[in-house]
């Protein structure tokens, strides 16, 4: 069955950075779009990146842009998000979801990881 | 960047009503609208998608319709495990948005 197990959290201070990856397993990785969404803590969902299933597009949400950036391996299976300069709103429960289609985005989640940014 | 407003933010309901939850958004998106459920301390799980497409294994109560500028979700008969908030989104172009959320409690 289709898996998305996220790694890399922990806390960091404000200005330093922090990578996140992604596993991904039980379907063919490199057929579909990758997107990273956050949570702060108590708040809503933000979108912050998606890359294409080759790794040719990529797009990222203002609050991120020039920050952060998406990547992927695909011989590997695996998602990433490097994140520079993080600040304290940074603070969040990150999650990598899958894209079937551009009609068909967010059918999988992975559990999410935590990244809190202090100092 | 396409505003999505949700009404309302909060509400709360008894076992067996109709809900209906209001997603708005600031310029027409046709179709392009997903509808996701997150329970305290849980995975956001996709209901709908292509504004009215039911997820597999989603039950039948939930229901999408829109296009344009205004979607709404329906649960038909709710449930008391249908507590949870609940969120739009926009996939129509970048950056994809989500509504503020829904909050829904049972009475």
């Known amino acids: 069955q289709v898996q998305l197990v996220e790694s890399g959290g922990g806390v960091v201070q404000p200005g330093r950075s922090l990578r996140l990856s992604c596993a991904a397993s039980?379907?063919?990785?490199?057929?579909?779009?990758m997107h990273w969404v956050r949570q702060a803590p108590g708040k809503g969902l933000e979108w912050v990146a998606v890359v294409s299933n080759d790794g040719s597009n990529k797009y990222y949400g203002d609050s991120v842009k020039g920050r952060f950036t998406i990547s992927r391996d695909n011989s590997k299976n695996t998602l990433d998000l490097q994140m520079n300069s993080l600040r304290s709103e940074d603070t969040a429960v990150y999650y990598c979801?899958?894209?079937?289609?551009?009609?068909?985005?967010?059918?999988?989640w992975g559990q999410g990881i935590l990244v809190t940014v202090s100092s | 960047d396409i505003q999505m407003t949700q009404s309302p933010s909060a509400m709360s309901a008894s076992v067996g009503d109709r809900v209906t939850i209001t997603c708005r958004a600031s310029?027409?998106?046709?179709?392009?609208l997903a509808w996701v459920q997150q329970k305290p301390g849980k995975v956001p799980k996709r209901l709908i998608y292509a504004s009215s497409s039911l997820q597999t294994g989603v039950p039948s109560r939930f229901s999408g319709s829109g296009s344009g500028t205004e979607f709404t979700l329906t649960i038909s008969s709710l449930q008391p495990e249908d507590f949870a908030t609940y969120y739009c989104?926009?996939?129509?172009?970048?950056?994809?948005?989500f509504g503020q959320g829904t909050r829904l409690e049972i009475k």
């Open positions: 039980g379907f063919t990785f490199s057929s579909y779009a």
């Open positions: 979801a899958r894209e079937s289609s551009w009609v068909d985005p967010f059918d999988y």
């Open positions: 989104l926009q996939h129509n172009s970048y950056p994809i948005t």
């Open positions: 310029q027409g998106i046709s179709h392009f």
